[in-house]
C-alpha cells in the first residue's frame, strides 16, 4: 500500500534557522544546559505564535497572568498554564488559518469525543523531520532495508485524518516497505472499523516466511492478541528475523480490562 507522501519521515536536515526549527534537529534525547536554553527559546517562540493568532489561547494565558517573554529560563516552563486533553475535545484551540492549513489531524474517538489538531507546511516539516529525529535516536531508522509492517491501527486509506493512522504509517517510512498490514479494517456495510484478527494471524505467517525483518506497530492490546492467537495455533510464538521490533503506541481502547504494565508484556510480546 502506498503511504501518503506528507506522512514520511525526512531523514535530511530543514535548514529552519527559527529556534523551533534548530531544535528539531538536536539530538532527541540528549539534556545539556545550552539544549534546554534552546528549548525554551522555541517554547517562548511557539508561545508567542499561538497568543498571538489563537483567541482562546491568549485568554487562557492572560487569565493565568502569564506571558510569553516570562518564559525566561528552563524552571519558568514549570509555571506555563496547563491546557488539559479535554479541551482540544471542547474547545477550536487552532492558530492557522483554513488556507494555511495543510493537514488536519483528530483522535481516534473511542471516548465519544475527538480532539483536534491542524498543521501548516511549516509545522508539518517539523513533525516529519522530529518523526526521524527521535526513531534514528532509537535505532530504528534505516533507510536502506525493505521491511514488513503489521500496524494495529486504521487503514490510512480510509481513516485518512485519524492522528494514530497518520504516526503509524508514518513509522512504515523509516525503512524501504516491504508488506504493509493494517490491522483495523474497514467494514462497509457496517460503516465502522474492525479488528481484523484472522487477517493480522496471517500476514505475521507471511512475515516467517518473507525472511525480512518485521515491525509490530500500534494498539497494544492488539499486537497481544494476535501474538496470543499465533502462539494458540501454532503452538510457538513467531519466528521472525532477528532484527524485528515492535513498537506499541496509544491505550488499551475497549480491552481496558486485559491491559498488562510495559514489563509483562514485553515477556509476552
Known amino acids: 500500500m502506498r503511504a501518503r507522501a506528507c506522512s514520511r519521515p525526512i531523514a535530511r536536515p530543514l535548514g529552519d534557522r527559527t529556534r523551533m526549527g534548530r531544535l528539531v534537529e538536536l539530538p532527541p534525547y540528549r539534556q545539556s544546559s545550552s539544549d534546554r536554553a534552546l528549548f525554551t527559546a522555541a517554547l517562548r517562540e511557539s508561545a508567542a505564535i499561538h497568543v498571538r493568532r489563537c483567541r482562546r489561547f491568549a485568554g487562557l494565558w492572560k487569565a493565568e497572568g502569564f506571558e510569553p517573554a ?20 471542547e474547545r477550536d484551540l487552532v492558530s492557522a488559518t483554513k488556507k494555511e492549513t ?16 491542524v498543521f ?13 529525529q527521535v526513531f534514528n535516536g532509537m535505532g530504528l531508522a534505516d533507510g536502506g532495508t525493505v521491511t514488513d509492517y503489521l500496524c494495529f491501527t486504521y487503514d490510512p486509506a480510509v481513516a485518512k485524518n485519524v492522528g494514530t493512522a497518520f504516526s503509524d504509517e508514518s513509522i512504515t517510512g523509516l525503512t524501504l516497505r516491504g508488506e504493509v498490514f493494517y490491522a483495523l479494517r474497514w467494514d462497509a456495510e457496517k460503516k465502522d472499523f474492525y479488528f481484523d484478527l484472522e ?11 518473507s525472511g525480512r525483518p518485521a515491525r509490530l506497530v ?6 497481544m492478541a494476535v501474538c496470543e492467537e499465533f502462539s494458540r495455533r501454532h503452538g510457538r510464538a513467531a519466528r521472525l528475523h532477528p532484527g524485528s521490533r515492535v513498537i506499541t503506541g496509544g491505550g488499551w481502547k475497549d480491552k481496558q480490562d486485559r491491559a498488562v504494565d510495559k514489563g509483562e508484556m514485553r515477556g509476552r510480546l
Open 70 to 89: 516570562d518564559l525566561r529560563s528552563w524552571r519558568d516552563t514549570a509555571r506555563m498554564p496547563q491546557i488539559v486533553v479535554a479541551a482540544f475535545k
Open 102 to 117: 495543510v493537514l488536519e489531524m483528530t483522535s481516534s474517538g473511542t471516548s465519544g469525543q475527538r480532539s483536534r489538531i
Open 199 to 209: 487477517g493480522s494471524v496471517a500476514a505475521l505467517e507471511r512475515f516467517e516466511k
Open 120 to 132: 501548516d507546511k511549516r509545522s508539518l516539516l517539523r513533525l516529519q523531520r522530529q518523526a526521524w
Open 218 to 223: 500500534g494498539f497494544p492490546a492488539h499486537a
